[in-house]
C-alpha cells in the first residue's frame, strides 16, 4: 500500500475503505473500489483514472472515485517520469498537475483509449496540446476559480518587493535593525502613489490585479497584449506597445500564459528599455523571463528589483544566484493557494473528467 494510503480490508476486486493519510490539511476517510492487478481492472467497466499524487483535496477524489476505478501515485510529491509512463498505461482519464509534461511519449504510453486529461490549473502549458488534439483527447483545466487568489497574491508580491518587506523581516532576525535603530533612510522602497503600473496580458488575473491596485493612488494602468480589451477602457487602462509598456512603467506585472510568443519576453533589450527604479513582478509562468538577464539587471541596477511567484526550474535550486539577491523576492509557486481555491480547483478538475467520460458539457474545456 503506498504510504499515504492505509488500506481497511482487503484489497483485489473488493471495495476498501481508504485514509487519505496525507501531511495536509486535507484528511479525510473516504470510500471507493480500488483494482490491484490488470485482470481485475480488465473485468470492470469503470472507467480508470490516473491520479498523478495522493495529497488532494478528498473532495476530488470522492468525486471520481463514485465513477471510477482510481490509481492514485503514492506521494505527496509529483509522480517520476518513469512512474508516470509506466502507471498511464491502459488509462481513460489522466488527472494531473503542473508538474506533469504530458508530451507524445506519454501519450503513446497511455494507448488510444486515453480520453481525457485534466489538469488542476488554468495554465496548460505543461500539455502539449498539439499531440493531444491528434488523438482526439479532450483537456480541461481551471479557468476563474484561481483568479481572486492570484491577483491577491499578485497585490502581496508587489507590495512585498516595493516595500522590501522580506529584507526587512530579516534585517530583525540578523542584527541589522538592532546595529542601526530606526534610520532615516534605511530600508526605504517605493511606493505605489503615483506609479505607472503596466500589466503584461490584461486576462482575467491581470484585469483582477489592475482593479485591486487602482485604489492606490496610483498614475496609470497600462497593458499590452495582443489586442485592446473593453475591459482595460472600462478600468480606464492604456494599452500600449510592449516597447512603451517598457519604458513607462514603474511596476511591470506579468500574469500572461506562456506560449511560443512569450518565452523569453523579458530578456537582455527588454530589461534594458525599463527604467531604473522599474520593479518586475512575475506570476505569469517561469519561462517569460530570461532569468540570466533578470540576475545580471538586479545586480547592474539596471533595474531596481523583482518579486517572482513562478521561475525556471520549479522548484528553484536552494543555492541558485536569484537566492541570494535582496533586491528578488521569491515565493514558491503560491497564486492561487489558499485551501478554498485549491479545494475547488481540485474538485473542477474531477469534475471535468466525469463530464468528459460521460460525454457532457465539461466545466471548462480546453480542447
Ligand atoms: C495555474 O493554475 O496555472 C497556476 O499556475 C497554479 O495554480
Not at 528589483?305 to 503560491?334: F, Q, R, S, W, Y
Request: hydrophobic share 40%; charged share 20%; aromatic share 4%.
Amino acid at each position: 500500500m503506498p504510504p499515504g494510503l492505509t488500506a481497511i480490508g482487503s484489497n483485489s476486486l473488493k471495495t476498501c475503505q481508504l485514509l487519505i493519510n496525507s501531511s495536509t490539511r486535507f484528511k479525510n476517510t473516504l470510500t471507493f473500489n480500488r483494482f490491484t492487478t490488470s485482470a481485475a481492472v480488465r473485468m470492470t467497466s469503470r472507467p480508470r483514472v490516473l491520479v498523478t499524487r495522493s495529497d488532494l483535496p478528498p473532495s476530488a477524489l470522492q468525486i471520481l472515485s463514485e465513477k471510477c476505478e482510481l490509481d492514485i501515485a503514492p506521494n505527496d510529491y509529483p509522480i517520476e517520469r518513469d512512474q508516470l509512463l509506466k502507471k498511464v498505461v491502459g488509462i481513460d482519464a489522466l488527472y494531473c498537475m503542473i508538474t506533469e509534461k504530458v508530451d507524445g511519449e506519454v501519450l503513446d504510453a497511455a494507448g488510444p483509449q486515453l480520453k481525457v486529461i485534466s489538469t488542476m490549473s488554468v495554465g496548460y502549458d505543461h500539455l502539449d496540446i498539439n499531440e493531444i488534439k491528434k488523438r482526439n483527447i479532450a483537456v480541461g483545466n481551471t479557468p476563474g476559480v484561481l483568479t481572486a487568489a492570484t491577483a491577491e497574491l499578485t497585490v502581496a508580491l508587489t507590495l512585498a518587493t516595493s516595500r522590501r518587506i522580506v529584507e526587512a523581516h530579516q534585517e530583525i532576525a540578523n542584527g541589522g535593525w538592532a546595529k542601526c535603530g530606526w534610520s532615516p533612510l534605511w530600508m526605504c522602497g517605493s511606493g505605489l502613489v503615483g506609479s505607472n503600473i503596466g500589466i503584461v496580458g490584461l486576462g482575467r488575473i491581470g484585469l483582477a490585479v489592475a482593479k485591486r491596485l487602482k485604489p492606490f493612488d496610483i498614475s496609470k494602468i497600462l497593458y499590452t497584449g495582443k489586442n485592446a480589451k473593453v475591459e482595460g477602457s472600462d478600468i480606464g487602462a492604456e494599452f500600449v506597445s510592449f516597447d512603451q509598456l517598457l519604458r513607462q512603467s514603474d511596476i511591470i506585472i506579468v500574469t500572461c500564459s506562456l506560449n511560443e510568443e512569450t518565452r523569453n519576453l523579458f530578456d537582455s533589450a527588454a530589461f534594458a528599455a525599463m527604467k531604473s527604479n522599474a520593479i518586475l513582478i512575475n506570476t505569469g509562468r517561469g519561462g517569460i523571463v530570461d532569468q540570466e538577464a533578470l540576475a545580471t539587471a538586479l545586480k547592474t541596477g539596471q533595474i531596481a528589483a523583482a518579486g517572482l511567484d513562478v521561475m525556471t526550474p520549479e522548484p528553484l535550486p536552494v543555492d541558485h544566484e536569484l537566492t541570494k539577491l535582496k533586491n528578488c523576492v521569491l515565493l514558491p509557486h503560491i497564486g492561487s493557494a489558499t485551501i478554498q481555491t485549491r479545494t475547488t480547483m481540485a474538485t473542477m478538475a474531477a469534475r471535468n473528467i466525469i463530464s468528459a467520460l460521460e460525454g457532457t458539457v465539461m466545466p471548462a474545456r480546453v480542447c
